[in-house]
């Protein structure tokens, strides 16, 4: 048990728990802005309980027609078309990473070598999920041509929030599975030996997710900043007078 690679272990237990609790916490608020809530209190239920707060918040909120609260901001156009270009591209960078190698294998036992290759396209479900989650990103992308919606940039924080948590827990369990490698191989005496690396779809993927994240933060600020409400009556305080007539005699 000694040879377990604790520290990557806890390093990965980190890096899942502040990726799930963030992106929770900013949905939890997106979602206290979007029914008109203090946004402290969508804060807290997002960190709290991680996805299960604010889907059960909204499931309750839907059933009370609390999203016409407010009414759907709408951008400017260089934001919006910076914004849309900045959740396209990594959709575009997801497809391409379907069928790019995500992990390299490499191995030798006694002279004998052999290296294989890894893609999400090895398997339906890989490519599938990848897949849908590109045009979801594609889906924000036209959306915000129309809408800035506050579901647009949510969306587009759970995806890249999801590969970028995975594309590093990839890396991290790679470098284990080295050190580990580097183990086997000592104590055989260097009669076997292996190395595992990441591939170029792991790196695409692992940069879009990062540019997705940062645009979808930006979307959701933006819209959070934007006016909230048009005045419901036009008031002309001309014509309020502070003289009262209460009669003759006064």
């Known amino acids: ?123 339906v479900v890989g490519a599938a999920v990848l897949g849908l989650c590109a045009v979801a990103l594609f889906g924000c992308a036209i959306n915000l041509i129309w809408a800035s919606r506050w579901w647009t940039s949510a969306l587009a924080v759970a995806v890249s929030g999801l590969w970028l948590a995975l594309t590093v827990d990839t890396l991290i369990v790679f470098s284990a599975a080295n050190r580990l490698a580097a183990n086997v191989e000592g104590l055989s005496g260097g009669v076997a030996e292996a190395h595992v690396s990441a591939g170029s779809g792991t790196w695409t993927v692992l940069a879009a997710s990062a540019v997705c994240l940062a645009a979808g933060l930006v979307l959701g600020v933006s819209v959070s900043r934007s006016t909230a409400f048009a005045p419901v009556v036009a008031v002309d305080l001309s014509m309020i007078s502070t003289s009262f007539d209460y009669g003759d005699g006064f």
């Open 1 to 123: 048990m000694h040879s377990l690679p604790w520290d990557s272990i806890v390093l990965l237990f980190l890096v899942d728990t502040v990726i799930a609790v963030g992106v929770s916490a900013f949905a939890g608020c997106l979602l206290a802005f979007a029914i008109d809530r203090p946004i402290r209190v969508g804060l807290l239920i997002g960190a709290a309980l991680p996805f299960l707060g604010p889907l059960a918040w909204a499931v309750r909120a839907g059933r009370a027609g609390s999203f016409g609260n407010r009414p759907d901001a709408t951008l400017d156009g260089r934001l919006r078309w910076v914004l849309g270009v900045a959740l396209a591209i990594p959709g575009l960078a997801y497809l391409i990473a379907v069928g790019l190698p995500w992990a390299g294998m490499e191995g030798n036992v006694k002279g004998y070598a052999a290296f294989r290759e890894a893609s999400p396209a090895d398997t």
